[in-house]
């Protein structure tokens, strides 16, 4: 029998990840709205086919985006989403992570071992040498996602980002591909 190519970037024992398209919508903004109540007020990924089309488009499109569907191995379904955000390049090689699961698979440690496979895509064929997560104080699940895939915590930014109407204090907390190797 031949050999068939993954079509994930990495695989973990319960999940893959790969590049978002422009045909996941439907499934994206279903699974969006369905967990509206766990992601609010954390997180506002797209719930329309429209706003879905943009986000996707940006994560596609602009190299200083990199976008990864969390895919349960199982079935495929798409359980969550990680992207890098404000990537730079040159002497700083850092990138910003946003993240969320999806209700149906969430406290499920899946998002955990996606964290871990986007970190070592980010620090193996991105070069990448930095990654930082931004987490409002409150967020207590996405805190104990970035310390369990060792961040840490660099400081605290008063009135940081503005989301859902309000600046927003955050939690810095970062992670080098050293600290990566050594743990």
């Not at 569907?69 to 850092?94: H, P, R």
Request: charged share 20%; with cysteine.
């Amino acid at each position: 029998m031949p050999h068939t190519a993954s079509r994930y970037l990495a695989e973990g024992p319960r999940v893959g990840i790969r590049h978002f398209t422009h045909e996941d919508g439907p499934e994206f903004t279903a699974r969006a709205r369905e967990s509206k109540d766990l992601h609010h007020p954390w997180l506002f990924p797209p719930l329309t086919a429209d706003a879905y089309t943009a986000y996707a488009g940006r994560l596609i499109e602009d190299p200083s985006k990199a976008g990864f569907l969390v895919c349960t191995l199982e079935d495929g379904a798409v359980a969550g989403f990680v992207n890098i955000n404000n990537i730079v390049e040159g002497g700083f090689q850092c990138g910003a992570l946003g993240y969320g699961a999806f209700a149906h698979a969430a406290g499920r440690g899946l998002m955990r071992e996606a964290l871990d496979l986007v970190m070592d895509h980010a620090f193996g064929p991105m070069r990448l040498h930095r990654l930082e997560i931004n987490a409002q104080p409150g967020n207590v699940a996405s805190i104990a996602l970035a310390r369990g895939c060792g961040f840490r915590k660099e400081g605290f930014s008063p009135k940081m980002i503005y989301m859902d109407g309000a600046w927003r204090d955050h939690e810095r907390w970062a992670i080098t591909v050293e600290m990566r190797t050594c743990s």
